[in-house]
């Protein structure tokens, strides 16, 4: 027992000196937290705006020493047992919260992640390192903010309400995503939140949104490579139930070119379509179907030319070629036209309205949408609101956003609704609030006629 208390005080003592001369640096507001065991963390992560984890980590902290403290009897094994499990379990735990703290201390002190490694050995000499060294923290702490990103989702109102009103559609793509979540060191964190539409077959659409709004989240939970909390039906089908049917209905094309360079074009894009397709297809129809695409976006010509030899615009088209050997019925592209100059990237969409005018669905991400805007029909707008969730903003024609948004470009839309610090006006709550309404509105007015038509004498 004397031991057990001698090596506790040590700790308590190097540990507390460490925090004493950090405190100083982070200007706390009571400093004599740091002698304190349970405050001592507290007071840390009040510094750093995160009283939460600041309560969690004294509780446990203070549990954690009682039960290293705990008077057991050395003869009774199923007390030593409980008393070593719970040990155990608040020892885990409060590493958790401590984990979180100390890697905001980081981004505080702006250094390297490894540091975690030192910490995880001997917090104490950190703690030294910190507060004696030559390391000093940010003068502007305000980026803190954004490491609680997604934690709270923003209440804005109606949004609730109109994602449960919309019907799914037993054509096209209709996507119904109440959430998509992953942990964060124990906690829930929300990437998006609250997205229901339905897309006509035939459509070319834009997906806009900010670094950040989860334009390429929202894709792949859609062609369900990362599946959300939602219900995604492509023609009727589910798509995350019968995934592996309706994997080989869904093209995704993205941002890298993944090829092998070293071989023709033919031969790449004919592998390809042994993969993509179902193995039931005869060799004959899958080579037919290689040909057709090949003609479909131009590569006829250098059918038997190297992979490598090719130019930037050409190797898109082999990308886009071999997912779309599939013939799948919906198409998702990720920045196609990345790295190519304007003359090509329209060339290139161009070739993408051609598909949807084969009765495909076809959703792109691009950042330079306003040379082509005129080739899609529906244009799908996220944002982050303002607890930094990525939430639907608009969905509808290009000129029905450009009057919505007030807005003369897409690029304009994307500014309004972007956050301050990164640009933007910070209107994107107002917008997610203005949408959703005029969801809800337009829902309630077909319900309105469709009781009018029921009860109408002329029928």
Known sequence: MGSIVGSLLVSWFLMSVGLWKLSEKMHWKKRWMAWVPGLRYYGLADSLEMQGDGIGCAVLEILYYMSRIFP???????????????????????????????????????????????????????????????????????????????????????????????????????????????????????????????????????????????????????????????????????????????????????????????????????????????????????????????????????????????????????SIAKELVSDPSLFVLDEPDSGLDGVIARELFTRLREIADRGKIVIVITHTPDRVIDLFDKVIVLAKDSGRVGRLAFYGSPDEAKTFFGRDSMEDIVKCVNRQEEGGEGLADTYIEKYALKVGKTETEEDKEGNEEEVSPDE
Do not use: C
């Open 72 to 318: 057991s009897n050395s003869d009774d094994v199923r007390q030593m047992i409980v008393v070593t499990l719970i040990s155990l379990v608040v020892l885990v735990a409060l590493y958790v919260y401590r984990i979180r703290i100390f890697m905001r201390v980081i981004l505080l002190f702006d250094l390297k992640r490894r540091w975690i490694i030192l910490w995880l050995l001997s917090e104490w000499i950190t703690l030294f390192i910190l507060g004696i060294g030559k390391y000093q923290p940010k003068e502007d702490i305000s980026f803190l903010g954004g490491w609680e990103a997604g934690m709270t989702p923003a209440q804005i109102s109606g949004v609730s309400d109109a994602m449960n009103s919309m019907t799914a559609s037993r054509t096209g793509l209709s996507v119904a995503l109440r959430e998509r979540t992953v942990s964060s060191l124990g906690k829930k964190q929300y990437l998006l939140k609250d997205i229901a539409m339905n897309i006509p077959n035939g459509s070319m659409v834009l997906l806009l949104g900010g670094s950040g709004a989860g334009k390429t989240t929202f894709m792949n939970a859609v062609i369900g490579y990362e599946k959300a909390n939602a219900d995604v039906f492509l023609n009727g089908v589910n798509v995350y139930k019968h995934y592996n049917l309706m994997k080989y209905r869904i093209g995704f094309v993205p941002q890298k070119n993944l090829i092998r360079t070293h071989d023709t074009v033919f031969r790449t894009i004919n592998d390809a379509a042994k993969l993509r397709t179902p193995y039931q297809v005869k060799a004959e129809d899958r080579n037919k179907r290689v040909r057709e695409v090949m003609d479909m976006l131009g590569l006829t010509p250098v059918a038997s030319g190297l992979v490598t030899k090719m130019s930037g615009g050409q190797l898109r088209r082999i």
